[in-house]
């Protein structure tokens, strides 16, 4: 949430319950949603404002104001002091094609929708003129607590494998490689596109490929990673790549599973934020 709202004049606010069950969802899919739903708020405030997300156990024992049957959820919410959507507008904003922005970028509501019911879950949105919307998101709980490393475990973590890094600042990709490498993998190092996809091919060809790809989102006057990665699919279909970038914002940043990423690592990175992503692409 904090990353989506990178470069915006709105800024965040949390009220996290603590005690929080476990949900098992596509992380890649629900963190898509998250970060759309902040993406879609700082867009409706251009002059700033808060954006208070909620966190909260909830338990249904009849029928409610929702479509879900009873049983227990977590219930995040989504609050902006944006413009609001119009009482004409609510009912069709979940509506595949249906949009009142001139631009966008990222996942549209219709497929927000999507997700969350594919989760069991449901989403529900509140909202007047001129006075903000909350996006509401319940999804089921299981009743177990979430599995997550906690930090100590997290900074123990031992990886293995080559990781192919391509950005065009050298500082970035020596920062990378020393902290790729202090935790067990071997890097190779491009600044450019046409040689990122040069030296995959080698190494595929070879027959020993790359365990990951790291790709630089913007590369001025060259192959940025939306580019690159099309090439390497043709290449290796089941490559595994990660997209980077300083912006929050950008379409493949929002949306990088349509791309054809398996992952995103928000610049500046931590070594943390390294190894989250890599443990989720199990490399």
Do not use: W
């Not at 969802?25 to 993406?39: R, T």
């Not at 475990?153 to 500082?171: F, R, S, V, W, Y």
């Amino acid at each position: 949430m904090t990353f989506a709202a990178r470069g915006a004049k709105a800024k965040c606010e949390f009220d996290l319950e603590s005690n929080l069950p476990g949900a098992k969802v596509d992380e890649g899919q629900v963190g898509q949603v998250i970060s759309n739903l902040i993406i879609n708020a700082n867009q409706a405030m251009p002059q700033g404002g808060i954006i208070t997300i909620r966190s909260r156990n909830i338990e249904f024992e009849t029928k409610s104001e929702t479509p879900l049957p009873p049983g227990r959820y977590i219930k995040i919410s989504f609050e902006d002091q944006g413009v609001g959507i119009s009482a004409e507008h609510l009912p069709n904003i979940f509506n595949p094609f249906f949009t009142t922005k001139q631009e966008g970028s990222g996942l549209g509501l219709s497929v927000i929708y999507s997700i969350i019911k594919k989760h069991d879950g449901h989403i529900s949105v509140a909202s007047s003129l001129d006075e903000g919307s909350t996006f509401t998101v319940y999804l089921p709980a299981t009743g177990k607590k979430p599995a997550r490393p906690n930090h100590k475990e997290a900074l123990q973590h031992k990886g293995q494998g080559m990781i192919l890094i391509m950005d065009d600042q050298t500082a970035i990709l020596e920062m990378a490689a020393r902290l790729l490498e202090r935790i067990g993998y071997d890097t190779v190092l491009t600044t450019n596109g046409a040689q990122a996809v040069e030296k995959y091919r080698e190494a595929y060809q070879s027959g020993k490929p790359f365990d990951a790809v790291i790709l630089d989102l913007t590369v001025p006057g060259g192959l940025g990673g939306a580019e690159v990665i099309v090439e390497l699919l043709k290449i290796d279909p089941k490559v595994k790549a990660i997209v980077s970038s300083g912006y929050s914002t950008d379409p493949v940043m929002a949306d990088y599973l349509k791309y054809g990423f398996c992952g995103i690592a928000p610049k500046p990175y931590t070594k943390d934020q390294l190894i989250e992503v890599l443990e989720n692409i199990h490399i």
